[in-house]
């Protein structure tokens, strides 16, 4: 590791999920890795209580942040991106095959005639393989789809990587495949892909649920998923892993904040426009997913 990577992993335990702050302890700049923006869906209130936690290590570190970024349209959480730029500064990034899944559920929300489907919401879409820093620290991307059209893994001098929901801890498995646009074939790939990378590279989790009662974890190796992984480790062979997964996924329930979620991070994070009356909706499609 570069003596001046530094690392900062939140848990935001309403959503089960990670939020990793990386930075160059030298030049300090810093990156925000998937944010949350808390949501009670029994109110409709959001609040601000993951992110500014998010914020005030920032601001006593003394990091300029110069990106907020997305592994992907998440389907379990609202991203606080909006509201951490504006205390923050930074540029919002997401994978280039956003406009896809915009595409898709573009149509499922009735979108407003403005809506834009071509990830204009955000400030940088990255294609595949295409680099940037933080500071001095190198970062690539690689698209990850499967779980979503949309995911990317951003791999961060070669030894970190932050993979959003391709892959969980090796006893968790696998993100599922059956929201629209996913491909449990295109997953395997991408899992495939990653477990490419040298075997030291760390893996650092969007979610962990805690399976069978064990402590809450979020890093794990190349080497660990592919000995490990209950679901695509080296000796599962794609056609099994597409059986498991299609098998799995028919069984599962839709997560409770998914439509909430994905109209708002389709949008990068922002609220839907106000109405006529001055007031902002969230609409909830029936009979669709």
Not at 7 to 32: L, P, R
Not at 62 to 82: F, N, R, Y
Request: net charge negative.
């Amino acid at each position: 590791m570069s003596s001046n990577t530094q690392i900062k992993t939140f848990f935001d335990q309403q959503t089960f999920t990670y939020t990793h702050v990386i930075y160059d302890s030298k030049a300090k700049e810093a990156a925000i890795i998937d944010s949350v923006l808390d949501y009670d869906p029994k109110s409709g209130r959001t609040n601000t209580v993951a992110a500014d936690q998010v914020v005030d290590f920032i601001q006593k570190s003394d990091l300029a942040v110069k990106w907020i970024l997305e592994t992907h349209v998440h389907a379990d959480h609202l991203s606080a991106a909006p509201y951490l730029k504006d205390k923050l500064g930074g540029q919002i990034g997401i994978g280039s095959k956003i406009n896809v899944v915009q595409g898709v559920f573009k149509d499922v929300f009735n979108a407003e005639s403005g809506f834009k489907s071509d990830g204009s919401q955000f400030d940088k879409v990255f294609d595949d393989e295409e680099t940037f820093k933080i500071g001095e620290l190198n970062v690539k991307v690689l698209h990850t789809p499967g779980h979503t059209p949309a995911c990317v893994s951003y791999i961060v001098e070669n030894e970190h990587a932050f993979i959003g929901d391709t892959l969980f801890m090796p006893d968790a498995g696998t993100a599922r495949c059956d929201f629209p646009g996913g491909d449990a074939t295109v997953l395997f790939q991408s899992v495939k892909r990653l477990l490419s990378l040298e075997e030291s590279t760390k893996l650092y989790m969007c979610h962990d649920y805690g399976p069978n009662g064990r402590d809450y974890k979020y890093i794990t190796t190349v080497k660990e998923q592919r000995e490990q992984n209950i679901h695509v480790k080296d000796s599962i062979a794609l056609d099994d892993f597409v059986q498991m997964r299609t098998e799995r996924d028919a069984t599962l329930d839709m997560p409770v904040l998914i439509l909430p979620s994905v109209q708002v991070n389709m949008r990068a994070g922002q609220l839907p426009p106000a109405e006529g009356n001055g007031k902002q909706y969230l609409k909830i499609p029936l009979n669709v997913l």
